[in-house]
């Protein structure tokens, strides 16, 4: 198994990076990760405003996966995340939904251990980690790590975790992966603007597959599809990720849009990843425990042909 290293993180996604290594479809890898300050709160001490805000985000890539091209879309398995023995979490005044009501700034530092995470003496959370960043070089213009888009990016997705599979639309040649930005626990929306950022690293495969057709990512676990969208405007984002769901909806069961306008809005559930990044991500999830489904999504990791 390949080990790619955490030594020259990167701030952007950007398609004329050089990567850091080049792999086959199919080939199993561990990347390792800073957390998103890049190592540079240590202790409660450190404020978020005495750091440099230039090194926030950091990205371990770009990963060449060979026979890749536009097209294409990856699918990533992940495998395992292992994370570091303690989390931070930084608050200012104006991060998060509720940022104008932060009087004064503040740093946490909690312990992890295999099982649950210290809060306080008197709550006790389980370990849950996930990616809050990872995506695929767009292409054109390079684009800032904390930027989520239709190639992935700072989703902040908590069902991105041990188990999952995310399929990425390939917009240049070898995909050109990215990840970081590790939590510990995160829940839904993200509210106060951080999770329990942490380092740690990813077990994870790639696969590319040549017979699908996506233009935005989608995530496959325990048997739950999540059509991913991100945009500036919450309501444009919940109607891409519809629009996504209604489309594989009438592939997937031959079916008209005004039937498929009319499943998804039984069967779908909106549910919103973050409301912190420059765009907000939202997902529509469709689980099979209500709607059978035989889908490429949750098809086994070989490499699909014409």
């Not at 890898?29 to 950091?58: A, F, K, W």
């Not at 919450?234 to 990720?241: D, F, H, N, S, V």
């Amino acid at each position: 198994m390949k080990y790619i290293p955490k030594d020259c993180p990167k701030y952007y996604l950007d398609e004329l990076d050089s990567p850091v290594a080049k792999i086959d479809s199919g080939e199993k890898i561990c990347v390792d990760l800073y957390d998103t300050y890049t190592g540079q709160i240590s202790s409660e001490n450190i404020l978020r405003n005495s750091i440099d805000h230039r090194r926030m985000t950091p990205l371990t890539g770009p990963v060449y996966i060979n026979d890749s091209e536009p097209g294409d879309v990856l699918r990533v398995d992940i495998h395992e995340i292992n994370v570091a023995p303690k989390g931070v979490m930084p608050l200012a005044h104006g991060m998060g939904t509720l940022g104008d009501q932060v009087d004064h700034i503040s740093t946490k530092v909690f312990s992890v251990s295999a099982e649950k995470i210290l809060f306080s003496k008197q709550i006790h959370l389980p370990l849950l980690p996930m990616i809050g960043t990872i995506g695929l070089a767009p292409a054109g213009d390079k684009v800032r790590a904390f930027t989520p888009g239709d190639f992935g990016g700072n989703m902040d997705f908590n069902g991105i975790n041990p188990g999952c599979s995310i399929f990425f639309p390939i917009s240049v040649p070898g995909g050109l992966l990215y990840l970081g930005d590790l939590h510990a626990i995160q829940g839904d929306g993200e509210l106060s603007g951080t999770g329990l950022e942490i380092a740690g690293s990813v077990m994870l495969t790639t696969t590319v597959i040549r017979n699908l057709q996506l233009l935005r990512p989608v995530v496959y676990s325990n048997g739950t599809i999540s059509f991913i969208a991100s945009h500036r405007s919450l309501e444009k984002a919940i109607t891409i990720a519809i629009d996504d769901s209604i489309a594989w909806l009438r592939k997937e069961f031959d079916l008209d849009f005004s039937d498929a306008y009319r499943l998804v809005s039984l069967v779908g559930n909106i549910r919103i990843c973050q409301l912190v990044n420059p765009k907000v991500t939202v997902r529509l999830d469709i689980s099979n425990n209500v709607l059978d489904f035989n889908s490429l999504f949750d098809g086994g990791a070989k490499k699909q042909n014409q």
